[in-house]
């Protein structure tokens, strides 16, 4: 099921922008499988009317024809500063196949645009693509690329570049920032509408819960905080954790200057906006812990429906100690499984924190040395 809700203050109808004399420039063999779209001897789509669709040239293939394609609204915290309105400025929802919300990103401008362009270039949306699929062939959770369509079109970026179109695939985009929106326009019914939706689909044993709104609060911080050890332990490095970019299902989405670490520097910064290296890597926990604090404050309206509001303010501040309690655990057996420390020991904390800054100082390739000593165990 797409996204849910539609109206000006949650999502518009919003129609793709044709791109003109679009061309493949690559295709997930893995995600086409994923929506049942048949492949040819090339690795292309065998209907060829998948180009137009994903060039946001048409809505419709032999098997398929998405009806109500739609932008959303959702708001958020930049950078640790609330930024207000924000939304879908260059992401438009084609609708969902087979459990998966697709989505166009570069598709071009949306109602929440602003002074954008909505189009996305050749550069970015291959770095897109390949980073979230390497991130599933990981392991860890996130959105997926289906393709990339590329086009002559010039787009204006530091320099002139050429657009592209990268579809992107998820079980839902739904995020912190939707919270966050509904909660700084005091619609409580909104609120009530995606958090029931989130149980529904996706948080179904949430639903018997004494307190589901609390249980799925804790539900998401668990997941994220799961995922941001992932991140640490594979040295990724996301870059722009603003809370419109922090998934509700714990799912690494928006791949804007994200990273992997080479030669390892705790506090490497990937993004070079990112002046004061407050998305720095070692940061990355402690800021979507923040973010977690973040929902927390959007979801008190929901607890306030059967508390006082000091009652709903302890039970999700005692909630919120999920999250560093999650990512100790998480992050401690990532990294006893990099270094071949399968049965927890006294000492094996300290021996990891001595090696990471072993590895600063002497600035080792962060991979290869992992790698390294996985074969020395094999010998």
């Known amino acids: 099921m797409a996204f849910p809700l539609t109206g000006d203050d949650a999502a518009r109808i919003t129609h793709p922008t044709p791109l003109p004399t679009p061309y493949w420039v690559a295709i997930s063999k893995l995600s086409a499988e994923l929506l049942c779209i048949p492949l040819s001897s090339n690795e292309l789509p065998e209907d060829?009317?998948?180009?137009?669709?994903?060039?946001?040239?048409?809505l419709e293939t032999d098997s398929v024809k998405f009806s109500k394609p739609l932008a959303s609204a959702y708001s958020g915290h930049q950078f640790g500063v609330w930024a207000g309105p924000l939304g879908d400025g260059r992401a438009i929802l084609l609708g969902d196949i087979a459990d998966q919300e697709v989505q166009l990103k570069g598709a071009g401008k949306t109602p929440y645009s602003r002074m954008g362009d909505g189009r996305a270039v050749l550069r970015?949306?291959?770095?897109?693509?390949?980073?979230?699929?390497?991130?599933?062939?990981?392991?860890?959770?996130t959105s997926r690329a289906l393709g990339v369509v590329g086009s002559k079109l010039p787009v204006r970026r530091e320099i002139l570049e050429t657009a592209a179109v990268c579809t992107r695939l998820a079980p839902s985009f739904i995020r912190v920032g939707h919270f966050e929106h509904f909660a700084s326009l005091l619609?409580?019914?909104?609120?009530?509408e995606l958090s029931d939706y989130l149980i529904f689909a996706h948080y179904p044993q949430c639903f018997n819960a004494e307190?589901?709104?609390?249980?799925?609060?804790k539900a998401i911080c668990k997941r994220n905080a799961e995922l941001v050890a992932q991140w640490q332990a594979v040295g990724f490095c996301h870059g722009v954790l603003n809370t419109d970019n922090i998934s509700a299902l714990g799912l690494t989405i928006d791949y804007g200057p994200f990273g992997f670490l080479d030669q390892f520097q705790i506090d490497h910064i990937c993004n070079h906006s990112d002046h004061a290296g407050r998305y720095a890597y070692h940061r990355q926990p402690q800021?979507?812990?923040?973010?977690?604090?973040?929902?927390?404050s959007a979801m008190m309206p929901l607890l306030a429906l059967n508390h006082s509001s000091e009652d709903a303010q302890a039970l999700l501040t005692n909630a919120l100690e999920v999250f560093p309690t999650t990512y100790a655990a998480a992050w401690q057996k990532a990294f006893r499984n990099k270094l071949g420390l399968y049965t927890p020991a006294p000492g094996d904390i300290e021996l990891i924190e001595g090696l990471l800054q072993l590895m600063h100082d002497s600035r080792v390739d962060y991979t290869n040395l992992f790698r390294g000593a996985r074969e020395n165990q094999k010998r």
């Open 287 to 296: 800021i979507m812990h923040w973010n977690m604090a973040c929902l927390a």
């Open 187 to 192: 619609n409580s019914g909104r609120l009530k």
């Open 124 to 141: 970015s949306s291959i770095r897109e693509f390949l980073g979230s699929e390497a991130m599933h062939a990981l392991g860890i959770p």
């Open 211 to 217: 307190e589901p709104y609390l249980a799925l609060f």
């Open 48 to 58: 060829p009317k998948w180009l137009e669709v994903f060039a946001g040239n048409s």
